[in-house]
Every structure is written in structure tokens, then in C-alpha cells.
């Protein structure tokens, strides 16, 4: 018996105590041992924090806001490839599991810096347009050449959402100033995406015309000329789209010289 006692106190001094599961220091959820933050509300973990060194816990917040909204990322790349029946037959399972990364945010948003929540709100608005894409795609009584327009228009938002996205990429502080032009630059997307009324009889794209009333885009301004796409429906199963002088395009359209400042 007390052999037995001293083999207990032996192991145990070598050892230590028999290992439990970790636990979340947030909700006291099970983890991995090598967990850097908790996947449930991405609160950071002393044992990463030791590890991780100098790297501060906003920086593992960043990682876990990343890793939440990654599945985001990831399907989008449906649309660059124009896979139609990917993203109708995925979009639920999308809709999903955004449904419940927002609910796990809505957790700990109160605990995150600014640029996270800014950072989460590019997240939802990156879904939000997925969400209007398919509805479009569903939407068979729609010209496929609009359908085009709408996509290609689409897909320059999410460019713009990206970008913002990169910037958390790497370890970065976001300062005072560079939280302000953060947030000029998280403005500045639905201003530079906007679409505009055509206010004359035509507006001439090529060699079509393109009816007042109608909406077009200002894809991109190069020196006094503008690429502009019409946001209608076309002769063929391609979006309608060529270049306007900004002279023409101030003359005829909603459009307005200042605009350009939203290009730079």
C-alpha cells in the first residue's frame, strides 16, 4: 500500500496533476490545448498569449474576427469562376452559417476595438451582396444581359470590401489616423458604386444608346473620360458598357464632376 502511495506522489511530482480538458477563460468552452482564442466568442487564451509573446491580444482577436467569417471568403469564389448552380445550391448553407458567426459576434462585440466592429460590418455587407446576387440569379423573367450588368457591377464592390479586408490581414495598429481613414475609406464604397439616372433623350455607350431614365455606373475615370455601364438589359448575353467623356457624361446624366475625387 504505501509503495503504492510513494509511486502516486512520484508521478505526480514528475507530472503533475492528470491533465484536464482546456477551457475558454470567456465562456468556458472545451478547447484544444494549442488553441489560440476561442472559436465560440474569440476570446484570447493566456497559454496563446504566453507563446504568442509581444504579439498583443488585439491581434488574436483580429485572427479569430478572420477565421469566423473566413467560410465568406471562400465562397465567393463561386462568383469569380460564374459557377450559377454553386452558388444557388450553396447559398443556404452560407446563409447558415453566417446566421450564426453574427450571433457569436454579437457576443463579444462590445468587447472588440472599433476597427474590428468596422471590420465585422464589411463581413455583413460582403453578405448582404451575395444575398441580392442570387436574388437576381433566381430571377429567370430577368435579361441575362442585365444579369451580366448587375454581376460584373457586383463583383467591383466586392473588390472594394476586399480591400478593406486585406488591411486586417497582416499585424497592423490601427491609430487614431489610421482609424479615420479607415473609415473614409469603408464610406467611400457605396459613394464610388453608386448608380446614376440618365437625364437626357440617350446616352451613348458605343453603338448603343442608352434611354433616359434608365441607371448606369461609373465603372472607372481615366483622365476626362469615364467607363460607364448600363444597368439594363442588351441585344446579346453581355452587360453594356464603353466610354464617355466626363464633359458628356456631367451633361446628360445624375452624374457630377466632384464624383471624381470618389475614384481616388
Not at 79 to 98: A, C, S, W
Not at 147 to 169: E, G
Not at 179 to 204: C, D, F, H, M, W
Request: with cysteine; net charge positive.
Amino acid at each position: 500500500m504505501k509503495s503504492a502511495v510513494y509511486v502516486f506522489l512520484l508521478c505526480f511530482c514528475l507530472f503533475g496533476m492528470p491533465v484536464h480538458a482546456k477551457l475558454c477563460i470567456g465562456c468556458s468552452a472545451e478547447l484544444p490545448d494549442n488553441a489560440n482564442f476561442c472559436s465560440g466568442c474569440m476570446t484570447p487564451q493566456p497559454k496563446a498569449a504566453k507563446l504568442a509573446g509581444s504579439q498583443p491580444v488585439v491581434h488574436n482577436q483580429r485572427e479569430a474576427l478572420l477565421e469566423l467569417f473566413a467560410f465568406i471568403d471562400e465562397f465567393e469564389a463561386n462568383f469569380h469562376d460564374v459557377q450559377y448552380l454553386n452558388i444557388l445550391g450553396k447559398m443556404p448553407e452560407v446563409r447558415t452559417r453566417f446566421n450564426n458567426a453574427a450571433g457569436k459576434y454579437k457576443r463579444v462585440e462590445a468587447r472588440l476595438p472599433e476597427e474590428l466592429t468596422i471590420l465585422a460590418q464589411v463581413y455583413a455587407a460582403k453578405y448582404q451582396l451575395f444575398e441580392g446576387i442570387t436574388g437576381v440569379m433566381k430571377n429567370l423573367r430577368l435579361d441575362s444581359g442585365y444579369k451580366a450588368a448587375i454581376l460584373k457591377s457586383s463583383m467591383l464592390v466586392m473588390a472594394l470590401y476586399n480591400r478593406v479586408i486585406d488591411q486586417f490581414r497582416t499585424p497592423k495598429t490601427f491609430g487614431a489616423t489610421e482609424l479615420v481613414e479607415l473609415k473614409k475609406q469603408v464610406g467611400n464604397i457605396p459613394k464610388r458604386t453608386q448608380k446614376y439616372a440618365v437625364t437626357s433623350k440617350y446616352l451613348s455607350l458605343g453603338e448603343q444608346k442608352v434611354p433616359g431614365g434608365e441607371k448606369i455606373m461609373v465603372l472607372d475615370i481615366q483622365g476626362k473620360r469615364a467607363m460607364i455601364l448600363y444597368m439594363g438589359p442588351s441585344m446579346d448575353n453581355n452587360p453594356v458598357e464603353g466610354m464617355v467623356s466626363l464633359r458628356d457624361l456631367e451633361k446628360r446624366t445624375t452624374w457630377r464632376r466632384e464624383n471624381v475625387f470618389f475614384f481616388d
